[in-house]
């Protein structure tokens, strides 16, 4: 995996806070070919998993993935709303 962050732990544009985000999924799930227009459910993610997707971006940007986003949107989605709850402007 390779992390392509490179601000402080809160730090990160949209863009960045999405690539990392499509990365971890793609890492949990084991599935290389994931996209940032799929849905993390859909990949066979379950709670279990997005519980370890969570304490991965606590662990990087002080917060977690809001679950309802993570479940029915797209990863890219995700990755926006965890960006817009993180970024420093």
Known sequence: MSETLSRGPKAGSTEEVQQLTLEWVAELLEDPQAGPDDN???LGGHSMLALQLSQRAKDRFGAEYDIKVL???S???AGADLAARTTIS
Do not use: H, T, V
Request: glycine share 12%.
């Open 75 to 77: 990863i890219a989605e």
């Open 40 to 42: 993390f459910l859909d």
């Open 71 to 73: 479940f029915e949107g």
